[in-house]
């Protein structure tokens, strides 16, 4: 098992910067991968930024150049730094550890999200 608490969302103007905090406890070196994702209002829920299980990152193309995924692996927490932020940024982002089982199954791990809103 897996437990993920989000943080550092908030209210912010076009072009400003949050940083989101993501604190795991568990399991969590057996997860495959990690990321961000985010869901808008009426939309799909999209990843954001991730780490593949080789360590390497990969960015949603709306956020590359602005969005930074890191992780402090002594205090297994991850972050997204989101620069330039835009309007359309606006979602509950969610942290999430993904891990991959027997026969491919996925085993998905969320956090509960939390609200970025960025006004233009």
């Known amino acids: 098992q897996v437990q993920l608490v989000e943080s550092g969302g908030g209210l912010v103007q076009a072009g400003g910067s949050l940083r989101l905090s993501c604190a795991a406890s568990?399991?969590?070196?057996?997860?495959?991968?990690m990321g961000w994702y985010r869901q808008a209002p009426g939309k799909q829920r999209e990843l954001v930024a991730g780490f593949t299980s080789d360590g390497s990152t990969n960015y949603a193309h709306s956020v590359k150049g602005r969005f930074t995924i890191s992780r402090d692996n002594a205090k297994n927490t991850m972050y997204l730094q989101m620069n330039s932020l835009k309007p359309e940024d606006t979602a509950v982002y969610y942290c999430?550890?993904?891990?991959?089982?027997?026969?491919?199954?996925?085993?998905?791990?969320w956090g509960q999200g939390t609200q970025v809103t960025v006004s233009s």
């Open positions: 568990g399991s969590i070196f057996s997860m495959n991968s």
């Open positions: 999430n550890a993904r891990f991959v089982g027997l026969y491919a199954v996925l085993y998905d791990y």
